[in-house]
Structures are given as C-alpha cells and as structure tokens.
C-alpha cells in the first residue's frame, strides 16, 4: 500500500502543508503513522479523504462542518457536487460516463458533438463535459479507475473548445471603451482547459481577448499588459506558482497591472490567503461566465487615444 509523506500531500491536495498539520491537531480528522525516525506517512484513504475535504472547502464549506462527516459522508458530500446536473442532462452523462470508462473515444466524441450541435459549445461544456470530468476524478479517489479516462476526456473537450473558438468570426477592432481580456498561465502551469473555456465565452460575446497560453514568466505578462492595456488579466492556478507562493505572486501582478482587475481562477486562488486588493478569486467557471457582463472600463477610450 503507497505510503505519502505530508509534501505528497500538500501537493495532491492543493492543501497547504501548515494547514493540513492545523486540522490534525485540532479535528484528529486524518491517521498517520509514524516512522522509525518519528516521521508522519499517510495511507491511501487518507488521501482520499483529504481530497474530498479539499473539494468541498472549495465550494465554500467549512471544515468545521466537513470533519463532522465520516469518510463515507464526506465520499457521498463530494460525489454531490458532481450531480449538479439538469435532470434533462442525467441520460447523456452517464452515456458519456460508461464510454469513457471504456475508453471509447469514438463513441464519446459522437456524444459530445451531438450535445454540442443541440446545446452550442458553452452549454455542453458547463452541463456535460465539466461534470464529467469532475465524476471521473471523484471515481480516481475512490480507487475504481485510473488517470487515463480523464485524461482522455481532458484532451477531447481541449480539441472541441479550440474548434469552437476557431469557427467565432473574427473581431477586427472591438468598440471604444470595450472591455480587454488578457489571458495567460503562469510559468510552469499547464492545465489549460479551463482558461480555453474563458477564451470560447469572452470571444462568444465581442470581447477584446488577448490569449497568450501556458507556461508565461511574468516580465513577458507584465510587457504584454503594458502594450495592450488590459481591463482584466485573468490567470489560471491549478499547480504554479508553488504553494504558499500565490498572494506574493498575485502582488506582483498587482505591483506591475495597477489598472486592471486580476482574476484569479482556481482552487489555490481561493485557498490562498491575504490577496492585495483589486485580485478577486473565483473557483466556478458559471461563476466566470456571469461576471462578464458587468465588467466595464470608464478609462479605456482614453488608454485606446493614447
């Protein structure tokens, strides 16, 4: 049985290391054992639980509440935020699901381009893609299936997304005054898809997107904010910069983009503590897509004269 050593855990988890140690001493809500040399190692089901934890305080429950649970309701609690689904959708997901536990790729790209000719991108997305992914990784953490399956889910809703954006017509020159997105991963962060929905929803609409990718240092995101003048610099963390790291980073965005807004989207954005002013978290990608209509720039017609 794999043995995790409280880094292990921080890592997985996107739980810091200080505060998993804090829950311990004051919830007993995990069982390590110890070393010969009296160092903490974790089993499976710890992890596990700690996942589940770690998705439910994302959602904004307190831990309070959750080491309440025992670990089969702590289980049920995270399953449920899996079924947060039309019950008009229920049918199509789970043929969705069973194709991808087969690893039927053909069959699951067939579903998905249905779902899509029927409900548009976006809508098949946010009600069958990303809850798909998010019962695939709840099935990870119970044991009942490897990493595959969601990878292989990651990548087609990647390929439909990109597809999507690329058949929006082009915006040749947005209104005066519009506002302006600018889009990037940090460096060393990866995980693009939820920054590629961003992309789909603000182009969907006639927004000005400036999209730059993964993987960006932040001398060349503070030299293309300077050049394109953003309303909002939106970024995407999911495992950079490293834990414990997020405030200083969101700082020096803050430092460098005094005139924008900066969101920040992730669980380590919502973890994170002490974020300077005008840096807003946000963990749902509804959430995202409701914020859109009401960002304006009073000053953009001038940034746009200059």
Known sequence: MARYSISDLEQLSGIKAHTIRIWEQRYNFLNPSRTATNIRT?????????LNVAALCSRGQRISQIVRLSDEECQTAAMALCNEVQPADFARLNSM??????LDEPHLHRLFDESIGELGPEEALLRLGYPLLQRL?????EGSLSVAQERMVGQLLRQELVAATDALPLISLAPTGAPRWLLFLPEGEWHELALLFMNYALRARGQQVLYLGPNLPLPDVVAAAQAFQPTVLTTVLTTAPGRGHVATYAAELRQHCPGATILLFGTMAVQADSLPEGCLPMACLHEFRDLIPFVNQPVASERVEK
Do not use: N, Q
């Open 97 to 102: 699901l069973a194709a991808s536990l087969d």
């Open 42 to 50: 974790y089993g499976e089901a710890d992890l596990r639980r700690l």
């Open 137 to 141: 990784g709840v099935s990870w953490k």
